[in-house]
């Protein structure tokens, strides 16, 4: 579990989580959870003080960024994005769940945010799997699983054993993204590596996905509620 590192007045307050999968420590910036640096197992938490120390300056940077982002997200209003609509909310005293009709969703009143999660990832589930059924009938493959998350750090992942899963967060872009990233894990059905090859065989079955992937690596701190 990632713990809060004590921040003296002035000094930037970060999280420190361990991870057994790192290689090297990383430091994040999430618009949700704010500073976060991971470090391997064995690492000294004093690692985790320098690496901040060291990446002060694109730290600041970030976190301006993710002030801009947060407005952004204020000046939806009422509205949510959902693969390219504009959907919206229509607060409802009583209500616990989400339901939508045509371009309204009825919410709870108050903070929805908890419920809209969980309609978006009900909501993800559908929009993935017929998208990821079309894409392993084409590439002649199968998966084993399909999983809706929330990760941190990554929008979609494939298994050495075939199972996919897919950032619900993706419902908040345009469909061509979230195309892209079902195409992308279904080649890695095929070709579980980043090997030319793979590039090769997702333009082949996808087209040129480098727009896509461009939207994803400049509005990726947008897609959150």
């Known amino acids: 579990m990632p713990h809060t590192a004590p921040a003296p007045t002035g000094e930037l307050a970060y999280a420190v989580r361990r991870s057994s999968r790192a290689r090297r420590v990383r430091v994040t910036v999430d618009p949700r959870g704010g500073v976060e640096v991971v470090l391997p197992g064995r690492v000294s938490e004093r690692a985790a003080a320098e690496a901040v120390v060291e990446l002060r300056p694109w730290i600041d940077r970030r976190l301006a960024e993710v002030a801009v982002v947060r407005e952004r997200v204020a000046a939806r209003g009422g509205t949510v994005p959902y693969?390219?609509?504009?959907?919206?909310?229509?607060?409802?005293?009583?209500?616990?769940?989400?339901?939508?009709?045509?371009?309204?969703?009825?919410?709870?009143?108050?903070?929805?945010?908890?419920?809209?999660?969980?309609?978006?990832?009900r909501a993800a589930r559908a929009e993935v799997a017929q998208r990821l059924d079309v894409a392993v009938a084409a590439l002649d493959?199968?998966?084993?699983?399909?999983?809706?998350?929330?990760?941190?750090?990554?929008?979609?992942?494939?298994?050495?054993?075939g199972a996919i899963a897919i950032n619900w967060r993706l419902l908040l872009g345009p469909p061509e993204v979230l195309d892209y990233v079902v195409w992308h894990e279904a080649c890695h059905l095929v070709i579980h590596d980043h090997s030319p090859a793979f590039w090769a065989l997702l333009e082949a079955r996808a087209g040129d996905q480098r727009q896509a992937r461009r939207w994803l690596r400049m509005n990726a701190m947008l897609l959150m509620l």
């Open 141 to 161: 493959t199968a998966y084993t699983r399909l999983t809706i998350r929330d990760q941190r750090t990554r929008w979609g992942s494939c298994s050495a054993e």
């Open 83 to 121: 693969l390219g609509e504009t959907l919206r909310q229509a607060p409802e005293h009583g209500r616990t769940r989400v339901h939508r009709r045509g371009d309204v969703l009825h919410v709870p009143h108050g903070d929805a945010r908890p419920a809209l999660e969980r309609w978006y990832r």
